[in-house]
């Protein structure tokens, strides 16, 4: 009996659960388990045996939020319900279980299980899509039971997490993370440059002091020179040295703040780029690392995004923000003191009401937030009518719809719009606001101020001009802290975002590794041996269900079968993109796992059905990972492919630009190309998947000449829904529903009565013959 | 894929007098003269005709019929075929908001239903979507549908909650 498993991670299972806990505490309203007590009467009842597996079903039958666990014993199912103070748990015997059924709706489904089709239900349970895939699990395990087969047992609790988690952790970066940890982690990557960032936080420091020392000197110079000599205190003569040397201080101070400025922005500009290259480089290295699982998982556009976009993002926040930050808390911190030092009553006029215009400054941000995150919708709106129309600009002219398409625009562009003006009404109308809020704090100042520099004791102590000036100049300094502080949080959400991306992604593990001694085959024979192997993507349903084969070196395979029966998996697992969950595979006898993932790469070779050809030469992409491959060799390759001919009638020959993707060339010129690449590359085993399919007739005949050249002394799986592309194979394998159902030559499998093989085969030609071909041009296709 | 004899098959169930009945096994039957068979049933339009075209589905998910106006059928029929449509097109209907805040690559949105609180997440760049009928209707992450009937009459904090998704 083969078993499947629950196990997706079984390298770091107890890290994903807490993790997948975590995220159901934080995230959902439901138990991140079932309920110990519950659980516990419930193996009472499976007399001491465990619980297996379970799910929650979270709507009643009128589809109100309930909670009523389904729960796997290895002989018994339960159903508990949590309603009342008691719980009533109904149990019955697994083997009543004949068959599972799951409806699935809009937002509700049924999952129900049955003695027999048409009997009784024995429980039916309703439940949103958040527990579908759990709920699934339980399906899977009934199913396989009724098959015969069995599961691997997992710990249920983490194979639940895991299933309702799952769709929440897919779409977020890296959900629990504290944002404290994760800056400190980020700005853990100055550390190869503290020289550099001490240097730039003195500079910014010293600049802050130095912004401070005119406005001093200019309250001294009035207080100490002027007033004294208007008022025929002291002559011109006995202060005439202080005053320039007071004011070849302010202009040093100037000079000097000036200089600060240059050291601290070209410091720390240069020390942010090099740690956003420093991010790139680890971030790009480590996407290379990754197994395929991860980039099925991820959209492209994310991955391009944390690679580009977010890097520079954090350049932003390392070069700018944590500076500008740290210094507008110290240049409020030092006006503050400075006034409440120079004058305290004043000071506190002035610097009383800076808490409230930071909050209003931060109400202020959470308001733009909101109408950018409305100008973010309707621009999102406008852009998907450009995305639209344009690539699909033949439809729109074909059905004569340019006036509704301009019409959708305008009326998107209009909506776009409207939020773009409120957004400039409602900052245009909160700065000036401010200002004048800073403003009246100035003028307040001053209606106290005044009378006491003119000596109005009922205003308190007498206060000299030149602090009162000094005050003045000290007070125009508090707006731009100010501003910077209103966007403290704007600053740390977007840099803690953009390093949560990129730190999932560097915390990203390969599923595929290498082990510590692994082996290098030299040479490779291209033996290929399947033994009982199981997979699945999903760690859940199985997609290969034991298959076991051995090819010898130098045979050619034909994979035939219904689409999505698995046979493109069968060769990712011969390319070790996946590692089996179950059995082996192994190459010249060996455990494909025990083998040097990049040794044995470089013994693959691989032409798919879409060929992916680098934006680059014509050559460049045929000699792609052999840059040292002379001409000779480049030029044979491209006329084995049949390709030499169409590259020469290109206008730069070989070193034609090919464009991104390849996209100057036709479909079968890509496929040539690609052709040519694997006949310089030389692999010892090959994988052809559908590798003729969409080009014409013509173009199918040389793609088909190369290969022929191309396949002739390598070991070759082909999978063809053309059996012109299999005509030299030395076996066939039918593979159907994860399966190997026949194998043999063509003439061995269509001998099978009711064999899949003679029935793809018969519909084929009964195909062509409706399409009035005549059969012997078809007479070699599978299906 | 629509072939002739699935056609054929849709024909002869609805002109030998379809009838639907809700049975023990959970499951509404289509039953058709001598012929009887589970089905489920798919709404093609759930939110523009809610009470129309229907169709009903055998296991292999061909059509066996096209219910186009509940009114068609009999009254035991009709009841069956409403009972489960509503476990088919049910959604979430929401009834106050207590909380949107903006994650990382997600949206967490905490809301009042009919029977209690309920949280759930959908992605950032996947906006509430208007419907015809003014209704304003979230898919979360896991793919559950949440509607607001109406956004207007929610209570004022709610609606400030869910200004940049309504207009």
């Known amino acids: 009996m083969t078993a499947a498993t629950f196990d997706r991670t079984r390298k770091s299972q107890g890290e994903s659960t807490s993790t997948d806990r975590a995220i159901l505490e934080r995230y959902t309203d439901q138990p991140a388990g079932l309920p110990r007590e519950l659980r516990t009467s419930i193996e009472r009842r499976f007399h001491g045996r465990p619980v297996q597996l379970y799910a929650l079903a979270d709507l009643d039958v009128s589809l109100r939020l309930t909670e009523v666990w389904l729960a796997l014993g290895p002989q018994e199912v339960a159903v508990a319900s949590l309603q009342g103070s008691v719980p009533e748990i109904r149990t019955f015997p697994r083997s009543a279980v004949g068959a599972v059924r799951l409806d699935p709706g809009l937002t509700c489904n049924t999952l129900t299980l049955l003695a027999a089709p048409g009997e009784p239900a024995l429980a039916q349970l309703r439940f949103t899509h958040r527990q579908r895939r759990s709920m699934e699990n339980i399906q899977f395990a009934l199913e396989q039971a009724l098959e015969g087969r069995g599961v691997v047992e997992a710990d249920p609790d983490a194979v639940y997490a895991e299933a309702v988690a799952g769709p929440i952790r897919e779409a977020q970066a890296l959900v629990a993370g504290n944002d404290v940890a994760v800056l400190w982690r980020l700005l853990g990557y100055l550390r190869p440059y503290r020289g550099a960032v001490t240097f730039g936080m003195a500079s910014a420091a010293a600049l802050t002091a130095l912004q401070l020392l005119p406005p001093y000197l200019t309250g001294y110079l009035i207080d100490e020179v002027i007033r004294p000599v208007q008022a025929g205190a002291v002559s011109v003569a006995q202060v005439k040295g202080l005053a320039w040397w007071i004011v070849g201080t302010i202009a040093a101070s100037h000079v000097l703040r000036q200089g600060c400025a240059w050291a601290r922005l070209r410091w720390m500009a240069i020390l942010g780029e090099h740690v956003a290259r420093d991010l790139r480089t680890e971030l790009y290295e480590h996407l290379q690392r990754l197994s395929l699982a991860f980039y099925s998982r991820k959209k492209t556009g994310s991955l391009i995004t944390r690679v580009t976009s977010d890097t520079d993002r954090l350049w932003e926040f390392l070069a700018l923000g944590v500076v500008d930050v740290s210094l507008a808390v110290i240049t409020l911190l030092g006006l503050s003191v400075v006034l409440l030092t120079l004058d305290w009553r004043l000071g506190l006029v002035m610097t009383l009401p800076i808490p409230v215009l930071c909050v209003w400054v931060y109400f202020h941000g959470q308001r733009m937030n909101l109408l950018f995150l409305r100008a973010w919708r309707k621009w999102s709106n406008l852009t998907d009518v450009v995305a639209d129309t344009i690539p699909g600009m033949k439809v729109v002219k074909a059905f004569h719809q340019e006036g509704r398409e301009k019409a959708r625009f305008g009326q998107r562009n209009s909506g776009a719009t409207d939020e773009f003006n409120r957004i400039h009404e409602v900052w245009t109308s909160f700065w000036p606001a401010l200002m004048l809020a800073v403003r009246a704090m100035i003028v307040l100042v001053w209606v106290f101020a005044v009378p006491r520099v003119l000596g109005d004791e009922a205003f308190g102590s007498a206060l000299s001009s030149g602090t009162f000036v000094a005050f003045v100049l000290y007070m125009t300094m508090f707006i731009p802290p100010i501003e910077i502080i209103g966007q403290i949080a704007r600053i740390m959400n977007r840099a803690t975002s953009s390093a949560h991306r990129i730190f999932e992604v560097l915390d990203t593990e390969p599923q595929v590794v290498d082990e510590d001694a692994a082996v290098r085959l030299e040479p490779v024979k291209g033996e290929v041996e399947f033994e009982d192997v199981v997979f699945g993507y999903d760690g859940v349903r199985q997609v290969i269900k034991g298959i076991s084969f051995r090819v010898a070196p130098g045979e050619m395979i034909g994979l035939v079968g219904p689409s999505g029966g698995g046979k493109t998996t069968v060769t990712n697992l011969i390319a070790r993109f996946y590692d089996p969950v179950g059995g082996r595979v192994r190459i010249d006898g060996v455990d494909l796992r025990r083998i040097d993932q990049g040794h044995f790469r470089e013994q693959v070779g691989m032409v798919l059905q879409d060929p992916y050809l680098f934006h680059g030469t014509v050559l460049e992409n045929i000699c792609y990972g052999l840059p040292d491959v002379d001409f000779d060799r480049a030029v044979d390759a491209a006329r084995a492919a049949n390709a030499h001919d169409f590259i020469c009638e290109l206008s730069h020959g070989y070193e034609t630009l090919v464009g991104e993707r390849g996209h100057t060339l036709s479909g079968g010129e890509r496929q040539r190309v690609s052709i040519a690449r694997a006949i310089l590359h030389d692999p010892r085993i090959l994988v052809l998947d559908e590798a003729t399919s969409s080009v014409d007739t013509e173009t199918e005949y040389k793609i088909q000449e190369a290969l022929d050249r191309l396949i002739a002394g390598r070991t070759v799986f082909a999978i063809a829904h053309r059996l012109s592309t299999l005509r030299r194979a030395d076996r066939l394998f039918v593979v159907e529903d994860g399966k190997l159902k026949e194998q043999g030559t063509h003439a061995e499998l269509l001998a099978i009565p009711g064999g899949t093989y003679r029935r793809l085969y018969g519909m084929q030609r009964q195909l062509t013959s409706e399409e009035g071909l005549h059969p012997e041009e078809n007479s070699c296709r599978t299906q | ?167």
């Open chain 2, 1 to 167: 894929m629509p072939n002739a004899m699935t056609c054929e098959k849709r024909k002869d169930w609805e002109e030998a007098g379809l009838r639907l009945e809700h049975r023990h096994d959970g499951q509404l039957w289509a039953i058709a003269g001598p012929r009887e068979c589970p089905v489920w049933v798919r709404h093609c339009f759930p939110w523009s005709a809610p009470g129309r075209f229907v169709s009903l589905r055998d296991g292999e998910e061909e059509e066996v019929a096209l219910v186009r106006d509940l009114g068609e059928l009999e009254v035991d029929s009709r009841r069956a075929l409403e009972r489960a449509l509503a476990e088919a097109s049910f959604v979430i209907e929401v009834e106050g908001v207590d909380e949107v805040e903006d994650e990382i690559e997600i949206r967490n949105f905490r809301v009042r239903t009919s029977n209690g609180v309920r949280s759930f997440q959908t992605l950032r760049d996947e906006w509430p979507r208007t419907m015809p009928d003014g209704a304003l209707l979230i898919v979360d992450v896991a793919g559950d549908l949440y509607r607001v009937a109406d956004p207007q009459t929610l209570d004022v904090k709610s609606r400030k909650r869910l200004a940049a998704f309504i207009g």
